[in-house]
């Protein structure tokens, strides 16, 4: 099916199921114990050996030897695969690094070896016994240092753009802003750790893994193999988080495959915990140069906003000033982006890759601009909103509200109480409000689906889609529900197996829409194959109650089966982003305390106000909101992958040191779905929420404390030793 023109209604439009808070069809599963994640995968009498990976012990260079002779004599080793070994090897279209083979070392702990054995202990054991020769070379892994060489990023990036006279502009404004803001490297941190049993039957493999997009996996790993994309079936039934960590093809099922062809048994691999950060991708550090003019009455008339990060060479950048282009209005303005080449460990996707570092710094230069104005700042960015694309003011966007989110979100958080700058105290506590806009566009993708319904009136879906704790198997069955007149407790969804139609996968927040939209177009194949068996005009025939009715006939669902029925379909879209900009909006408030001794801060409470089309399921989509806003609190208040810029590595390699929020640490949080809808989006009339929700947190956090105690902090995280020194003087 092809969405090229505007949605009119449909059979979603009845809203008997799709946008009802329903709870998880998966939750039982997970709060059981009975989901099974990839490690846990056991086929029955299978001969389990389990792989244990090794990591490069300097970040860039080569491997001159691997002397395995001991490890190969340790208690239960079944095998050793090493670098050396496999020799080089083709690289997937997705990865920037190599995951494994050959001798050059392109990053610390980039995958050498991987140790076999009766027990995970045995092969942990033994791994500690391989003697790894290497050859180091001199590397650059200080962001600030490698400035002066960063070079424009490939132009599929749209590194640069301009449009007016932004410099004219901004000398002649009345009032202006000139500023710096750091953000660091950042880990996904998520629950599951990287994991994946490989089996082979012949030149046949089987990969249970945890994945969010098993295409793109699938693919990956063939190619890296070298066998036909044919004889790998890939499975992720569960993924317990990935936050686009497990959106490429990683380390541990390549070793995995590698492992199990070199035993003749399945074996699994994990990666440690501790490996995890410099193995796999990471969110990159950025620099962010932002300057705003302004007329005094708040209009902008000269936005621009530069960026600088790093990757491995072949890499891309952080696209840290996308939202800059779209989210406020100003007819002089420029954007560009530098990328450095650094040896650390590969920089990718993280959730909301662009914007929510993006925003983490545009947002507090728009704070910063309200008080050069003494504006309140709710009011200065809604003097600033625009209907249009400001760099291509032709083209409208095709649905937006950020004013709505704004006036609403103040109005429940209680701004008109906010305090003046660091006016607030409550014993030991300074306290303060702060708030930001939330941005992030909405992306589609290609997504198919298959739709079978058999005798019993058993309505199932299969997808290669994935679950990574988003809801996938919820909408899906709410959006087959809607389409097929049943209950949901008539649906079965099959989800994350190779051998389902090819969907969008979870990422980018693009995975609701564009997989319900699959559903949607397998689903209406179904409709019109059920109503061609029964002699019914398509055009007029009404699905409910598990009921199919055309005029003054109605049969029953199951009966209209028959055998069985199948539709099959995938979802294409057309031009409409080209002439109308797809965009989600949203407004996040908090409130917090910092003590007036210590610097400590503690959030009180938080308020995200998103716009984003159509809400699937409001319980499914509000725990993404608070999770994302988690993450945001966590983004400006802790999180930070130390680089040591002598050895090329992040430091800080586990949850005990790189320090993610707690439950005491997140106090309550409130979430406000806008009551809309976006025909240009999909037939669902949809859009993706999970990743509005972190946009934008971090800032709001920062122009609270700032709010609080006077002092601005330009650099994340807002550590307290950023802000003693600025604190009222104990007497």
């Not at 086929?43 to 490890?71: L, T």
């Not at 320090?659 to 406000?672: G, L, R, S, T």
Request: glycine share 10%; net charge negative; with cysteine.
């Amino acid at each position: 099916m092809q969405f090229d023109k505007p949605a009119t209604t449909n059979p979603i439009d009845q809203l008997k199921v799709v946008s009802k808070p329903t709870i998880r069809i998966d939750g039982e599963l997970k709060t059981t114990g009975k989901a099974i994640y990839a490690y846990e995968w056991n086929e029955p009498n299978a001969p389990y050996a389990y792989g244990y990976p090794v990591g490069a012990a300097i970040a860039k260079g080569q491997v001159r030897a691997i002397d395995a002779s001991d490890a190969r004599k340790a208690p239960g080793v079944l095998g050793i695969v090493t670098t050396l070994d496999v020799g080089d090897l083709d690289k997937g279209k997705y990865n920037t690094a190599t995951l494994f083979g050959g001798a050059e070392i392109q990053h610390y702990h980039q995958a050498v070896a991987v140790v076999v054995a009766e027990t995970f202990e045995q092969a942990r054991a033994a791994a500690t016994d391989l003697k790894i020769d290497y050859e180091a070379e001199a590397g650059t892994f200080d962001l600030r240092g490698a400035m002066a060489s960063a070079q424009k990023p490939d132009e599929s990036t749209e590194p640069d753009t301009a449009v007016g006279d932004f410099e004219g502009a901004f000398r002649s404004a009345p009032v202006s802003l000139n500023e710096t803001y750091t953000t660091p490297d950042q880990s996904h941190s998520m629950m599951e750790p990287h994991a994946s049993v490989a089996s082979w039957d012949g030149d046949q493999l089987t990969v249970w893994t945890s994945s969010q997009m098993i295409d793109w996996w699938r693919s990956d790993l063939a190619t890296t193999l070298g066998v036909d994309k044919e004889k790998v079936h890939l499975m992720s039934t569960f993924v317990g988080g990935g936050f686009g960590g497990k959106l490429f093809l990683r380390a541990d099922a390549v070793l995995a495959a590698f492992a199990a062809r070199e035993v003749g048994r399945p074996v699994k691999v994990a990666l440690p915990r501790p490996l995890m950060p410099n193995n796999t991708t990471h969110r990159p550090a950025t620099i962010q140069r932002i300057r705003i003019g302004a007329e005094r009455d708040g209009k902008i008339t000269a936005i621009a906003h530069e960026s600088w990060s790093g990757d491995l060479k072949g890499g891309g950048p952080e696209t840290a000033v996308n939202q800059t282009r779209l989210l406020y209005a100003g007819a002089n303005r420029m954007t560009a982006m530098r990328l450095a080449a650094l040896d650390l460990p590969e920089g990718n996707a993280m959730r909301a890759p662009g914007e929510a570092p993006g925003l983490m710094a545009l947002e507090i230069a728009i704070d910063e601009m309200a008080v050069k104005l003494a504006m309140d700042p709710v009011q200065f960015r809604m003097v600033n909103d625009t209907q249009v694309d400001p760099e291509h003011p032709d083209r409208p966007f095709s649905h937006r509200n950020l004013i709505g989110c704004l006036t609403l979100g103040a109005e429940r958080f209680g701004w008109h109480r906010r305090p003046a700058t660091a006016s607030r105290r409550e014993g030991n506590w300074l306290v303060g409000m702060g708030v930001a806009a939330a941005f992030r566009n909405n992306l589609v993708m290609p997504s198919g689906a298959r739709v079978k319904l058999d005798s019993d009136g058993i309505v199932t879906v299969e997808t290669d889609m994935t679950d990574i704790g988003t809801g996938s198997y919820t909408i899906i069955a709410q959006t087959a529900a809607e389409m097929m007149g049943v209950g949901i407790g008539r649906v079965r969804v099959r989800l994350g197996d190779s051998q389902f139609p090819v969907s969008a996968g979870s990422g980018g927040q693009f995975g609701a829409n564009s997989s319900t939209s699959g559903v949607y177009a397998a689903c209406v194949k179904l409709r019109e194959a059920v109503a061609s068996k029964l002699g019914f005009n398509s055009d007029d025939v009404v699905f409910e109650n598990g009921q199919v009715r055309s005029g003054n006939r109605t049969v029953a669902l199951a009966e209209a089966a028959g055998d069985g029925l199948v539709g099959e379909d995938t979802m294409e879209w057309g031009d409409l982003a080209k002439t109308h900009q797809q965009s989600t909006f949203g407004a996040h408030f908090v409130e917090l305390g910092v003590d007036a001794f210590t610097g400590e801060t503690r959030i009180r409470r938080m308020l995200a106000v998103c716009a984003a089309g159509r809400i699937l399921n409001p319980i499914t989509a509000r725990s993404q909101v608070i999770g994302a806003m988690t993450m945001g609190a966590g983004a400006a208040l802790t999180e930070e992958l130390a680089v040591d810029t002598r050895r090329g590595f992040f430091v800080n390699h586990d949850l005990a040191s790189y320090e993610v929020p707690v439950h005491a640490d997140i106090p309550h949080q409130d979430v406000i779905f806008m009551d809309e809808t976006d025909p240009m989006s999909s037939p669902m009339k949809a859009k993706g929420v999970g990743e509005l929700g972190l946009c934008g947190v971090s800032a709001a956090v920062a122009n609270a404390i700032f709010n609080a105690t006077g002092i601005r902090v330009r650099q994340y995280p807002i550590t307290l030793d950023k802000l003693i020194a600025g604190l009222p003087v104990v007497g």
